[in-house]
């Protein structure tokens, strides 16, 4: 399944605030009430609730609140090989399981009459179709809509010239692809705002997927869509934080081993050891300057050049990508290290042309030291797991291979799981940053933001108390199923992109 959405800039501005009835000057004024729903008109319960959803959203647009997606699934592709969310869609709310994806920025699902989607799927979870006209909620995107025509600016969107509809079109980095149309409806969810947990929706602009080909129709791994996280403005986190649901910045923590799992929250998880690193401006992805890479604390003899932001090359931050990817000119001088440095510890071997070695006893004791050096003066520390994959055993020894991976005739470097795992990762868009630090992501997290007012509290297993500092959830580990903020389950699919 693909991750990184190769050539597709998701550029739409989602506007969704309402403009004020107008009032006319002069008081007292006569003010009318009326009913929502005639007396003699039976109301089913559902509608009401829909209704009631839609004002609750209103309210928390005077205050930025944390949502929270506890992550399911792991990076090893020898075994899930995927993360997975759960989001609520509709009214009434409707489930789908989606992909997380930091390189693509719209938020898809399968719907009716769909063309080459998955029925069932190998990861045992249930798989639905979005209706719109099951939901009483749900609204089309025309042509003339703004959203719709700055989509069109962007390749983002298309005009259909049947019906006036918005469509779009992706086509991903490994071939597979999905067409479909926008729809307007209701993202379902609970909210930390203040000190208490609010039941709420927001209005977001999705796709309904009509047709998918390529590794988008197997069922080994399907789930029902791609859930884009990426910075432009039709993403979801742009379009929640546009209207002050949450705050424009974002943050996960994946868990490596022990089964996986992990957190994913729209807000900022507060850290000690994070550094940051600027986001090269301008680019439709998580680019870094990614400026040189250390072997044991000795840099590589690789020209900078190699890994400069250009049309064709750079370094991107992509959570949807399963392994990670090295630009060509720097992926042969890393191997070359990596094998020098325990050359006399272990046996390297060949397995269908990727780097490989024999080993007998613990990677941790034999492999060095990587260190990825950013812009900043900062770098990211890669221990042995972090770049290397066990993939068999022959005997007593085990085989652990190079995880990186070349991409032939490319300058495009991609750090997908296999880095970011175990890691605290901030995407701090209002910053134009992107910060990391190792961390254990079984153990609870520290997520800030500050309320419309300026109060800052600290939320602590119920109990309340004033700070001059941000106001921080403490956050108990998450486990699949458990409610906290937002029970959603993440998932980033596994995919072998550019193979």
């Known amino acids: 399944m693909p991750a990184l959405a190769a050539g597709i800039l998701a550029v739409a501005l989602v506007t969704m605030f309402w403009p004020p ?3 006319a000057s002069g008081f007292p004024a006569t003010l009318t009430l009326e009913r929502a729903f005639p007396l003699n008109q039976r109301v089913e319960l559902d509608e009401l609730k829909a209704r009631d959803r839609v004002r609750h959203g209103r309210f928390l647009q005077s205050s930025v609140g944390v949502v929270d997606f506890p992550v399911e699934g792991t990076y090893d592709p020898y075994r899930v090989g995927l993360y997975f969310t759960r989001v609520l869609l509709g009214s009434p709310p409707k489930e789908f399981y989606v992909q997380i994806d930091t390189g693509s920025d719209v938020l898809w699902v399968s719907c009716g009459s769909c063309n080459g989607c998955p029925q069932s799927s190998g990861l045992h979870i249930p798989l639905n179709f979005f209706d719109p006209g099951s939901s009483s909620t749900a609204s089309l995107i025309s042509c003339s809509d703004q959203r ?5 600016q962007s390749s983002d969107a298309g005009c259909s010239s049947q019906g006036n509809q918005c469509i779009y079109t992706f086509q991903y980095g490994d071939g597979s692809g ?5 729809v307007s409806d209701l993202l379902n969810f609970d909210a930390i705002v203040g ?3 609010t039941n709420s929706s927001a209005s977001i602009v999705f796709g309904c997927s009509i047709s998918q080909t390529g ?3 197997k069922s080994d791994r399907a789930v029902d869509g791609i859930f884009g996280f990426g910075q432009q403005d039709m993403s979801v986190i742009s379009q929640m934080s546009s209207q002050g649901i949450t705050p424009k910045v974002f943050s996960h923590c994946l868990k490596g081993d022990g089964g996986g799992g992990g957190i994913l929250v729209l807000g900022e998880i507060v850290e000690e050891d994070i550094v940051y690193s600027p986001l090269v401006p301008s680019q439709p992805h998580y680019n870094l300057n990614l400026q040189s890479i250390s072997v044991n604390g000795k840099s590589l003899a690789i020209d900078p050049e190699v890994f400069a932001t250009s049309t064709n090359r750079g370094t991107i931050v992509d959570s949807g990508t399963t392994l990670a990817y090295l630009a060509e000119e720097a992926y042969d001088p890393f191997v070359s290290a990596i094998t020098e440095a325990v050359s006399q510890s272990v046996r390297p071997l060949l397995s269908k042309g990727t780097q490989c070695y024999l080993i007998t006893s613990s990677v ?3 492999f060095p030291t990587v260190s990825l050096n950013f812009a900043g003066g900062v770098s990211m520390n890669l221990k042995p797991e972090d770049y290397l994959l066990q993939q068999n055993s022959i005997g007593d020894a085990a085989v652990w291979c190079i995880g990186f991976q070349k991409i032939q005739g490319q300058g495009i470097t991609i750090l997908g799981d296999l880095v970011l795992k175990d890691k605290i990762f901030v995407y701090d868009l209002a910053g134009q940053r992107i910060g990391w630090a190792n961390y254990d992501c079984s153990m609870s997290v520290n997520v800030s933001t500050r309320s419309s007012t300026g109060k800052s509290e600290f939320v602590n297993a ?3 108390s ?10 108990n580990k998450l486990i699949p199923g458990s409610i906290v903020a937002l029970l959603v389950h993440l998932s980033v699919l596994y995919t072998s992109l550019f193979l």
């Not at 719709?148 to 069109?152: A, D, F, M, P």
């Open 21 to 23: 009835p107008a009032v």
């Open 148 to 152: 719709c025509s700055l989509g069109v």
């Open 178 to 182: 999905t067409s479909g149309y926008y």
């Open 195 to 197: 000190s208490s947990v």
């Open 215 to 217: 590794d988008l129709t």
């Open 364 to 366: 941790k004791g034999i």
């Open 462 to 464: 119920g109990q309340l």
């Open 466 to 475: 004033e700070s001059s500092s941000p106001r921080t959830v403490f956050y």
